[in-house]
């Protein structure tokens, strides 16, 4: 079992940058793939972007693409996502996700979860 904890939430105004953490503990982390996803005001939960357990292959939503980027330190048992040019539309609570064998953008296939944390970015 892996417990998550998620950080560095905030209030941007649009075109600023945030960098959220994910520090967990438990299993070793290496064994776990991550995942990032979303969940705005009225909106179902989303994939933002995930990573592989060695950190060598990231994948991103559309909608982010080009100004977030996802990685982990397997040393410090951390997941980042680092977000530029954030957009009022980026608001939501943002939660990390891990799983030892699914690798994917499905977050109903992910066993474990954080409490998550609220990114609000200001027109």
């Known amino acids: 079992q892996v417990q998550l904890v998620e950080s560095g939430g905030g209030l941007v105004q649009a075109g600023g940058s945030l960098r959220l953490s994910c520090a967990a503990s438990?299993?070793?982390?290496?064994?776990?793939?991550m995942g990032w996803f979303r969940q705005g005001p009225g909106k179902e939960r989303e994939f933002v972007a995930r990573?592989?357990?060695?950190?060598?292959?990231?994948y991103y939503a559309d909608s982010v693409k080009g100004r977030f980027t996802i990685s982990r330190d397997n040393a410090k048992s951390t997941v980042y996502l680092q977000m530029n040019s954030l957009k009022p539309e980026d608001t939501a609570v943002y939660y990390c996700?891990?799983?030892?064998?699914?690798?994917?953008?499905?977050?109903?296939?992910?066993?474990?979860w954080g409490q998550g944390t609220q990114v609000t970015v200001s027109s």
């Open positions: 438990g299993r070793t982390f290496s064994s776990y793939a």
């Open positions: 990573i592989s357990r060695s950190g060598g292959m990231t």
């Open positions: 996700a891990a799983d030892p064998v699914y690798y994917g953008s499905r977050w109903m296939e992910y066993d474990y």
